[in-house]
Each structure stands twice: as C-alpha cells, then as structure tokens.
C-alpha cells in the first residue's frame, strides 16, 4: 500500500519570508534573463533544498514518446541519475504526475509505489520524499521532488507550498526551453526550405535557359525561311516563348539577389542609349493599345558606371508596365535628364492608377494590386521587385507616386558612380 497523498494546509513562515524572496528573485532574474533550463534548474533545486531543509532535490521531466519520466537536473549534482528511466506507473514521482498532487512520503520503505532502482544505481538512501507535479496550463511536464528533510523531521504543509511555487517557476523554465528549442527548429526548417526553393529555382532556371534559346532560335530563324503567310503562327510561337524567358529571368533575377549571388558588372553606360532601346523595343506593344509612348531625353549620353543589363531589366520592367496598366489611347511618357550626382529616369503614364493602400507594398515580390486569379493581366509580381532590386544593386532609389484612375509616376535615381551611390546613401538618408 502507498501512502496516502496529503495535500497540506497553505502557510508561510515569517521568518523565512526574505530567505524565500531571495530565492525567488534569483530564480526569476535567470528567467527573465536568456539564462539556460540548466542554470535555472539548479537554482530552482539549491532554494528547494535550502527552504525545505532537505539533503537533496531533483527535477523530473517526461520522456518524449515514453511511459517514463527523466532526470533533468538534481541538487548536489548526481549525473549518474540521467541514466535511470522513471517509470510513471511505478514510483512517487509517476504518482505525483498522474494525480496532478503533491505527494508526501513519511518513510519509502512503507511505499510499495517507491522506485527502488534510483537509490541501487545510486547508492543513496531515500528516506521521506516530497514529489510535486510540475504543471503547465493543466498539463504535466514532470515533477520536482524533495528528499530526506534533514533532522528525520516529515515533510509538512509549509514544504508543500513551498515546492508547489517553485514547481510554477520549474514549469515556466521548462516552457520556455521547449519554446527556445521549437523557434530553433522551425528557424532551421525554414533556412532549409528556404536553401531547396533557391536551389530549385537556381537548377530549374539554368535548365529552362537552353531549350527555351533553342526554340527562340529556332524560331527566329524560321520566320526569316518561311512564306509570309505563316508570321501569326510563328509570332506566336516567339511572343510565348519570350513571355517564358521574362518569367524565368525575373525569378532567377530575385533568387540571386536574395541568396547574394548577383554581381553588379560596373562598365560605362549609357542610360540615354539604353532607354532609346528599350523604347523601341516596346514601342509595338504600346501600338497594339494605342498609346503614345513619348519621350523627352537629354542629348547628352547619361553615362553612369554600372551593369547595363540590371539597369536594362529596370527600366524595361516599368516602362512595360505603365504599358500594361494604361488603357486605350492613353498615354505614356519616359524622361531621363542628367541631375546633380545621378542620372534621373521618370515614366508616366495615365493609366489606371495603384490605390493608396497598395502603394505601400508595390515593391513586394509576388505583390498584385487585382487578384491574380481575377485580374486581366499576366505577370507575377516580380516586374517591380526585380527592378527595385536592381536600382538598389547600383546604389541607386526608386519610388512611386499614383493616383486611382489618373496615373502613377515611377521615378528612379542611378547614381554616377559607385563611389557616388555611398554618398547618395547619406543624401537619401537625410
Ligand atoms: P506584374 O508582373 O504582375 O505586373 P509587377 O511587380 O511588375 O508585377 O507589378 C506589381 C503590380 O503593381 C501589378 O500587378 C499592378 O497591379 C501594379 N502596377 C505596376 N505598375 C503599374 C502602373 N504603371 N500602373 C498601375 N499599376 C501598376
């Protein structure tokens, strides 16, 4: 027969009041402080001892998937106790935790319930023991126990109590280990997913490039051979398959930024050249809806030092998207003009505008104004970061302003050189 469970009356002695204060101040300073289970266990247990006078104390935590409880931390330190499995079903602690009570035990000798193992390992002799559960919101985490109160005195209601609070500081250290433990491992979970998704968008790109310039090619040269009558199919071929490659270049382009692999090849560029390109290049597309694409662009070169793809890409990806986002007969105009330190490139267009609330997150990846799955539009959300990133890459800016139904004007500064761009970093700071 075990001993009945004894749940004692709640008191404090007076005397001890600031012994225990000092206890619990020191407990909860290492709480609050980033203080390991470890340190905190062992202050936990050193109060335990010192306020229930016992020659030692422990602390017992469920065992993962197991019917048996294990030592965490014990007070004077025993590591052998590690070793030893607790079963639940067969000793006072496992009481203490299925009952969700404190236990008190005059003698474990007169305890069919005591786990006789721990004291054989061990070789210490348990005499009376206090076994309290350590609970959480309801929940048993494991038990902190109380051994041999010194003088062969019992256990009384003041111990109880005692250990009771002390099992509430153990709860919150353990609590907050098994936290620091699940933030650490969806923190690597994600570092991992997010290492595959950059390799597969990394492997996927590289493999999709060469076929996709095979049937570019192919096509291309194809529409010089074949009779005239065959251009719609073949334009079609080429205006989808060049669609492919903007997707495959704007996800690789944001891959490589975001995993540090993208390389800004500074040489002399000429932005004026550039805009002109890319002006005619989508000067079909305008034609298509009836803009105007208009500009008005200093005679002079425009050079700044950097990568003329990146800036390119940039220019292209707004420039295509005031296209896009303005109606019939609208209008659309790009400007670029030498200023103080920067070549400065402005598109404006009337089209239908980007509400106030969106504008916020417009340079978001994947970010869509209309709903991808209702909106008339193809496009991923990548034009605007891309090209965000892109300006950035050069030490440049970029922003936006729009009005819903009137217009958005996207204004970019490319920096003269590299050296310029750590000073505009201090002119955009200010
Ligand atoms: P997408 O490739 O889907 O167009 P972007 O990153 O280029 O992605 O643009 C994000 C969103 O910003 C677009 O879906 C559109 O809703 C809005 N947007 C971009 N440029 C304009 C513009 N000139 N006028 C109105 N809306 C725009």
């Not at 017992?60 to 330190?77: C, D, K, T, V, Y």
């Not at 965000?388 to 500064?413: D, N, P």
Request: proline share 2%; net charge negative.
């Amino acid at each position: 027969m075990h001993s009945a469970i004894q749940i004692y009356p709640t008191f404090i002695d007076m005397d001890n009041q600031s012994l225990h204060l000092e206890h619990l101040t020191q407990i909860s300073r290492e709480l609050s402080s980033a203080a390991d289970l470890y340190s905190v266990s062992q202050s936990i247990l050193k109060a335990v001892t010192d306020l229930t006078d016992s020659e030692t104390a422990s602390i017992l935590e469920l065992e993962n998937g197991s019917q048996n409880l294990r030592f965490l931390a014990s007070h004077p330190e025993r590591k052998i106790l590690i070793t030893i499995p607790v079963p639940i079903d067969a000793s006072i602690a496992g009481l203490a935790f299925r009952q969700k009570q404190t236990v008190s035990i005059r003698d474990v000798a007169e305890s069919d319930q005591h786990f006789k193992n721990t004291d054989q390992v061990t070789g210490y002799k348990t005499r009376s023991l206090l076994a309290c559960p350590i609970l959480f919101r309801g929940e048993a985490l494991g038990v902190i126990e109380a051994v041999n109160k010194k003088g062969m005195l019992d256990y009384n209601g003041d111990d109880a109590t005692i250990l009771e609070i002390l099992a509430g500081q153990a709860a919150l250290a353990i609590q907050n280990a098994r936290l620091q433990t699940m933030i650490e491992k969806t923190q690597n979970e994600a570092i991992r997913l997010d290492k595959m998704k950059n390799d597969f968008i990394a492997i996927t790109s590289h493999e999709l490039r060469t076929p996709l310039g095979l049937i570019l090619g192919h096509s291309f040269f194809l529409r010089e051979m074949v009779d005239k009558k065959y251009y719609v199919q073949l334009d079609i071929i080429i205006k989808n398959a060049m669609r492919l490659k903007e997707i495959i270049e704007n996800t690789s382009s944001v891959n490589n930024a975001q995993t540090g692999t993208a390389v800004v090849r500074r040489k002399t560029v000429s932005v004026r050249r550039l805009v002109l390109e890319i002006v005619e290049t989508l000067r079909v597309e305008a034609k298509k809806k009836n803009i105007s694409l208009d500009f008005d662009i200093d005679e002079s070169d425009l050079i700044v030092d950097g990568d003329a793809e990146k800036i390119g890409i940039s220019i292209f990806n707004i420039i295509k998207n005031a296209i896009t986002f303005t109606n019939q007969d609208g209008h659309v105009v790009v400007v670029a003009e030498q200023v103080p330190g920067y070549v400065k490139v402005v598109v404006i267009d009337d089209g239908i505008g980007i509400p106030t609330k969106d504008i916020p997150h417009i340079f978001e990846r994947f970010y869509q104004v209309e709903s991808h799955l209702t909106r008339k539009h193809g496009g991923m959300g990548l034009g605007l970061s891309v090209a965000k990133m892109m300006v950035e890459m050069h030490g440049g800016r970029i922003w936006l302003e729009s009005a819903e139904g009137k217009g958005s004007i996207f204004t970019t500064f490319f920096p003269l050189d590299s050296m310029q761009a750590t000073a505009a970093e201090k002119i955009f700071a200010e």
